[in-house]
């Protein structure tokens, strides 16, 4: 479906916006398009020669790199320019200062502030030329959806929007933006927006998708104009992915990356099955073990160097995350030459049952305590149906009853008052074994998650 403002807005408004706003995201979308078919040597080869370019000019002008480089050499690489580079983390770039934007850099810059799902935020840095690969591709991973920059689509995020700039850009993207607490009623309202709008794409977080999926088939409601589904942000567990894909009667595409740092990292196409395609134009993506790279079919940490960021460029960048790379040379059978990734793990975002049924995501809280700004540190247990314990680290002078007494009112009225919080503040949360500091750990939704069949196989395209 094609309509005429899609078709404008592909000629008109896209190149328009691009020039308003300083990006050239359409002619990174146009290179996207072609690239997918490229040569797998030659991709490769245009990686290398970029990463050699990024290491060379990043020695030159920033002394955070400098400094980290002159440390203990880094693992091994199966990419030349990066070999024995040191990784580096967020924390090091925490402690990096005013080193960035780089001197040299002499564009616009967008600042982002991590939502701090580890925890503490941060603020990346991006060059315009890193900006616009992101949106391109984001285009291209929608696209694979059958998504076309125009067509209609629906947002579920837990955020409201509130800066004009966004809800302009809304309104020209034909974007309907709906928050989510896991409610019913807003399932209801998400399911008659799609259905009075005539939606074709809908996008967004896995765990609030899931959520309306299961909404849609107990009330037997359905959605019939959405063609397309794309989910992300936390990981779409075989479960979340069979109620999805019965509730749409479609494939969902899951897609992977880092939106606080700028990285669209792997996505699933049609054809993928439970693997997913790399996007090597703007990133060089390694899955390391201890030394080097890891075994392919063994889990590693990903390892992330940006193309094209003269702002902040993150070099050998750990995510946090851990990903199993797919055999030498593995291919999907819809033909683009992308290279593979086998599966991720190690994103782990579980939710908090609530004794009817429904369910709180991990991104309630981060909207809750992103308010709390006297949080140090948060995480949510839930070892029994019914229970929530919320741990807390405060900062100096942090009034702990305030805080209680705001958690437990916001906690009441996404759970009906079905839930009732104990609070519990410590020193210091401790990193799970991932390395990672876990905001919510339920036992009881890891147990009924555990009884439905496991991720993957059965949908896997041969
Ligand atoms: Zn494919």
Redesign the pocket.
């Known amino acids: 479906m094609s309509d005429l403002y899609t078709r404008l807005f592909g000629r008109l408004v896209f190149p328009a916006l691009d020039r308003a706003n300083g990006t050239t995201i359409g002619e990174k979308l146009d290179h996207l398009r072609s690239s997918e078919h490229d040569d797998p040597m030659r991709m490769r080869g245009l990686q290398e020669e970029a990463a050699a370019r990024v290491v060379e000019t990043t020695a030159k002008r920033s002394a955070f790199y400098r400094k980290l480089w002159h440390g203990a050499p880094g693992p091994a690489s199966e990419f030349p320019p990066l070999d024995r580079v040191p990784v580096v983390t967020k924390s090091d770039l925490a402690r990096a200062g005013g080193d960035f934007p780089l001197a040299e850099y002499r564009g616009r810059v967008i600042r982002c502030v991590t939502s701090g799902s580890t925890g503490k935020p941060m603020t990346f840095l991006r060059s315009m030329e890193q900006e616009s690969w992101f949106w391109a591709l984001r285009f291209r991973i929608w696209g694979?959806a059958g998504y076309r920059p125009g067509d209609p689509y629906l947002t579920v995020n837990l955020n409201p929007r509130t800066a004009w700039k966004k809800k302009l850009q809304d309104v020209l993207f034909r974007c309907s933006y709906l928050t989510f607490n896991a409610d019913n009623l807003d399932a209801e309202r998400i399911v008659e927006t799609l259905n009075r709008r005539r939606i074709p794409h809908l996008n967004g977080f896995s765990s609030s998708l899931f959520v309306l999926a299961r909404y849609m088939l107990e009330h037997g409601v359905q959605a019939p104009s959405v063609t397309g589904v794309t989910a992300t942000g936390d990981t779409l567990f075989a479960p979340y992915r069979e109620t999805l894909e019965s509730a749409f009667g479609l494939r969902v595409l899951d897609y992977y990356g880092a939106g606080g740092e700028g990285f669209h990292v792997a996505s699933?196409?049609?054809?993928?099955g439970s693997?997913y395609?790399i996007h090597p134009e703007n990133a060089v993506l390694e899955i390391l073990g201890e030394d080097g790279p890891a075994t392919p079919g063994e889990p590693g940490r990903i390892v992330l160097t940006q193309l094209h960021n003269g702002a902040m460029p993150l070099v050998r960048y750990e995510l946090g995350d851990l990903a199993v790379a797919a055999p030498t040379g593995a291919r999907?059978?819809?033909?683009?030459t992308?290279p593979?990734l086998e599966r991720l793990e190690g994103r782990l975002p579980d939710l908090i049952s609530v004794p009817d049924g429904s369910y709180l995501v991990p991104h309630f809280f981060v909207v809750l305590f992103k308010g709390l700004q006297s949080v140090y540190r948060y995480q949510i247990v839930q070892r029994r149906p019914g229970e929530m314990i919320v741990r807390l680290v405060g900062h100096q002078g942090c009034r702990r009853s305030e805080v209680e007494e705001i958690v437990r009112r916001e906690v009441a009225a996404a759970t009906r008052e079905q839930i009732v919080p104990v609070f519990d503040w410590v020193g210091d949360i401790p990193l799970s074994g991932a390395g990672k500091r876990r905001l919510v750990i339920s036992d009881v939704t890891r147990e009924k998650l555990q009884t439905a069949p496991r991720d993957g196989d059965a949908d896997r395209?041969e």
Not at 268 to 272: D, G, K, N, V
Not at 332 to 336: E, F, K, L, V, Y
């Open positions: 694979w699933q196409c049609a054809e993928s693997r395609h999907c059978t819809c033909g683009r992308l593979m395209a």
